[in-house]
């Protein structure tokens, strides 16, 4: 079962960036419909962007103009470029396939933003 393990999070004042990368376990995996997914406390992980293909990529609302999305298929790594960083972007991120795979979840990466 492909493993993922994200990494990149860590504290940041609002305003500021963060770039958060996804490895995979599997060869080759990043080729397939992908995508990242944030969790804050105490609520539901939800989906934050997608890439499909390389060419179709799509990200939440809360997101959009922020955040960017991208892989480099060589490195089998998964990228999430983070801008304009604002408190309700504080979460635990995750990278999986899109749909999820249920047997995938790798340990997420903590975001804080805040001053």
């Known amino acids: 079962q ?4 994200e990494s990149g999070g860590g504290l940041v004042q609002p305003g500021g ?13 990043m080729r397939y419909n ?4 944030r969790q804050p406390a105490g609520r539901q992980r939800h989906l934050v962007a997608t890439i499909e293909n390389d ?24 990228y999430l470029q983070m801008n304009s960083l604002k408190p ?16 995938s979840w790798g340990q997420g990466t903590p975001v804080t933003v805040s001053s």
Not at 17 to 29: F, K, N, P, T, V
Not at 97 to 103: A, E, I, V
């Open 88 to 103: 309700e972007d504080t979460a635990v991120y995750y990278c999986n396939k899109y749909p999820s795979d249920p047997d």
């Open 17 to 29: 960036s963060l770039r958060l990368s996804c490895a995979a376990s599997e060869i080759g995996i």
């Open 55 to 78: 060419s179709i990529i799509n990200y939440t609302d809360a997101v959009k103009g922020r955040f960017t999305i991208s892989r480099d298929n060589a490195k089998n790594t998964m």
């Open 2 to 5: 492909v493993q993922f393990v």
């Open 34 to 37: 992908m995508a990242w997914y």
